[in-house]
């Protein structure tokens, strides 16, 4: 477990030189476009950052971040934990010219004037980590979809659904079940 704080402004290019290795914990509220995103302020991020040259004399970083944070759930409304995980490569290049001549399996990271931001990087990392929609796996929330919205909902197509009528009945007052 991290726990000091991930650097932020750094050289990049003078770390990939270096081949360098930078590490560290941030917290949602350190990332303001990520953490609108959320359904909490708690949660934890974690990012390992490894510089290096290529063969071509690129400038790469790579890096992996993961987090546990909390979202909302968008069938109850509630929180729910989520963890996200992303890996990725990047090659600093200098102008969108270069950027363009990147080869697929890198990602290209424009950067005209050091230093750089780390967490910007972490950040764009995990905005892109997160899924679009998150539901509890739980019963219980699956049982609120089947009291108040579309007894149906898409997404089940294939399988055998339940029948709605059978699940109000067992939500009835006074039914012991
Ligand atoms: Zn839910």
Known sequence: MLTETLPNM????????RGVTVSG???PLDLQRFRPLLAADEGTVAAEFTFSRDDERRYLMQVAVTADVMVTCQRCLEKMPQHLSSESTLAIVWTDEEASHVPKHLEPLIVMEPPSSLWDVVEEELILALPPF???ETDECRMKTAAYSDPFPEGDAGEKKPN?????????PGNKH
Request: charged share 15%; proline share 4%; no cysteine.
């Open 25 to 27: 914990a941030l917290k």
């Open 10 to 17: 750094l050289d990049v290019r003078q770390a990939a030189v």
């Open 134 to 136: 998150s539901y509890h």
């Open 164 to 172: 709605p009528f059978n699940v109000l009945a067992q939500l009835k």
